[in-house]
């Protein structure tokens, strides 16, 4: 079932023009929107830094000339990061050592890594980015599971995965010990890749965990119990809340994965996150690692966004990735079609940054080693 080198792989001199970036916006000047300081954009090799839309890399040096903040965007940001710890060691395991093998750059980890995508911000790209990165590991021949724990279904239906009310979903495992292999189907788009679909059931399970035994940990019991050394990752897709249904994945997950939106609103909430991860580690799962933090929707005109991924790089340091997702209307358009971008449009510049920030995921698990 594995798939070829570069099998759907977007080619970056096969690259399209993008999709997006609309016209600068009222008070917005053409020089603002393409900003100086791109010596270090993204690691593309053809095509230009403006069509793929990534972000400067190199930390401050290399940032866009940016907008001063003012005083209370200063003082939000510093407001969200202010007891925000996070621990820069990796609980990633020694990769699969593949010699010659088709997928011999991009290393596949020696045991199962189960990454939490988490945030309890509405909007800020956890399903996207749980759906784009399964896929593009997947299409490098990692066998990759998607658990979708949001009662709205939007994992299992970017996945084209059936997901109405009478299906075997992750609702029965939480609540009635059905076992995850019972309900895992494949992605149809995409060899490798599967998803443990969430119907609207799900909706009351936060209430009906709470009278259940082990309440915080049925999903961890639930991959414990489950083949999951079959997999290479299992990506948790969490819904917009600290209720238990994401206490679940905390718990059950060995890394966390924070995407961050890169708009001012976006870093409300990061540090009460960050204090739910210290307060589940400190009882529950004392290896979850908060493992990276990916920048999401960032849109290249705005100073605003170059300013607030400069303040988390600041702050988080080399657990963010270095590649940033641009807004992309193509990777929005994607789900309607029941696909990910990956296969929706593979030249887009979300496709290709998703596949650079999947790359680096997958290359800092060997890294780790
Ligand atoms: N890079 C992007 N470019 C353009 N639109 C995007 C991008 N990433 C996500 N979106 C869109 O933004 C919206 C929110 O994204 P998504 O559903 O992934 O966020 P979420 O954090 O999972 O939301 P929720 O908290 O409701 O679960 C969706 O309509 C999605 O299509
Ligand atoms: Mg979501």
Redesign the pocket.
């Known amino acids: 079932m594995s798939t070829g080198p570069g099998q759907g792989w977007p080619d970056r001199a096969g690259e399209t023009p993008d999709d997006?970036q609309p016209d600068p916006g009222p008070g917005e000047t053409a020089a603002e929107a393409a900003p100086s300081g791109h010596a270090n954009w993204g690691s593309t090799t053809s095509g230009t830094a403006e069509n793929v839309g990534y972000v400067p890399t190199g930390g401050p040096a290399a940032a866009p000339a940016a907008r001063r903040p003012n005083q209370g965007e200063s003082e939000l940001v510093r407001e969200a990061l202010k007891d925000a710890k996070v621990s820069h060691e990796t609980s990633a395991a020694a990769p699969k050592s593949k010699p010659g093998g088709a997928d011999r750059d991009w290393p596949r980890p020696a045991r199962c890594r189960v990454v939490t995508i988490a945030?309890q911000?509405?909007?800020?790209?956890?399903?996207?980015?749980?759906?784009n990165l399964a896929a593009s590991l997947a299409m490098h021949g990692a066998q990759v599971l998607v658990v979708d724990l949001?009662p709205?279904g939007?994992?299992s239906t970017a996945l084209g995965v059936d997901h109405h009310a009478d299906v075997p979903s992750i609702y029965d495992v939480l609540i009635e010990d059905v076992p995850l292999a019972d309900i895992v189907v494949p992605a149809p788009e995409i060899p490798n890749l599967f998803c443990a679909p969430a119907t609207l059931n799900l909706a009351g399970a936060e209430i009906e965990l709470v009278s259940k035994v082990a309440r915080e940990s049925r999903l961890q019991r639930a991959l414990d119990a489950y083949d999951k050394d079959k997999f290479d990752y299992v990506l948790i897709?969490?819904?917009?809340s600290l209720g238990l249904l994401t206490v679940n994945a905390l718990v059950g997950g060995d890394e966390l994965l924070i995407?961050i939106?890169c708009e001012y609103y976006a870093l409300e909430g990061l540090g009460q996150l960050i204090r739910t991860v210290d307060l589940v580690r400190s009882h529950l799962n004392p290896t979850l690692n908060v493992s990276t933090i990916l920048l999401?929707?960032?849109d290249a005109r705005t100073r605003l966004a170059a300013q607030v991924a400069e303040d988390v790089r600041n702050h988080f340091g080399d657990v963010v990735l270095n590649t940033v997702?641009?807004?992309?209307?193509?990777?929005?358009?994607?789900?309607s079609y029941g696909q990910s971008v990956m296969t929706y449009d593979p030249g887009s510049s979300?496709a290709l940054?998703y596949s650079e920030a999947a790359s680096e995921i997958a290359h800092r698990n060997g890294e780790a080693t």
């Open positions: 997006q945030n911000k509405g909007g800020v790209g956890k399903t996207t980015s749980s759906v949001d709205q939007n994992a897709d969490c819904p917009p995407p939106q999401t929707m960032y997702i641009p807004r992309s209307v193509r990777v929005s358009e994607a789900p979300g940054a």
